[in-house]
């Protein structure tokens, strides 16, 4: 795709995983923790996340998609991201969450539904404690109130790829965040 604009360089994301990393190293100084990424958006944050801790980590994975009849990538770009509310479960924690310290790692925080399932799923295990890592925030797009414990950047009500996020399954290997361009 042509005329891919970077919003967040791979030095910014370098230097902000780096400060959150150290924000939780020394919120459960002593503790072990467990990172659970949310798929498949949230793979290469976890990984780059999870190598600036200095805690005792381990990791699982949840998947989700949204139900309903969720437009093409194309549609999504010119009328907006818009998911049909209805989350749902693909892949189920492996491990038991009960009595651990569990980070929730998800690429991006927008209306708020995915993270609000996903949190629910979790309390049930009874964990120790649960914090949400996200990396980045659209804030103007929330519709359940949930905010990240740690978050990396907020930005602006743009349809973003690179660093893990996707367009139709491509670009995720992109060093960049970068704004996709609406078309019409
Ligand atoms: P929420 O449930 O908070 O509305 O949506 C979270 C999910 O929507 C993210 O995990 C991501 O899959 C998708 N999403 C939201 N905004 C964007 C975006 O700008 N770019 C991409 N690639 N995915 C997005």
């Excluded at 949310?38 to 949204?66: H, N, Y």
């Excluded at 998911?83 to 189920?92: I, Q």
């Excluded at 295990?125 to 996200?134: D, E, G, M, T, V």
């Excluded at 930005?155 to 139709?168: K, M, N, R, S």
């Amino acid at each position: 795709m042509t005329g891919l604009k970077v919003l967040i360089s791979r030095e910014q994301i370098a230097e902000r995983v780096a400060a959150m990393g150290s924000e939780i190293t020394r919120d459960f100084a002593g503790q072990a923790v467990i990172f659970v990424g949310v798929l498949k958006g949230a793979a290469i944050f976890l990984s780059d996340l999870a190598r600036q801790v200095q805690l005792d980590a381990t990791f699982d994975f949840i998947g989700v998609s949204s139900y309903g009849n969720r437009p093409s990538p194309a549609q999504e770009l010119k009328s907006g991201w818009d998911s049909t509310g209805e989350v749902r479960l693909t892949k189920d924690m492996d491990q038991s969450m009960q009595g651990r310290n569990v980070i929730l790692v998800e690429d991006i925080l927008d209306t708020g539904l995915t993270l609000t399932y996903l949190k629910k799923i979790v309390q049930a295990h009874q964990p120790k404690s649960l914090r949400i890592a996200a990396l980045l925030d659209k804030p103007s797009r929330r519709k359940q109130p949930i905010e990240a414990d740690y978050l990396g950047f907020s930005i602006p009500d743009e349809f973003v790829v690179g660093y893990g996020l996707d367009y139709a399954e491509k670009y995720r290997n992109l060093p960049d965040i970068c704004i996709v361009p609406r078309e019409g």
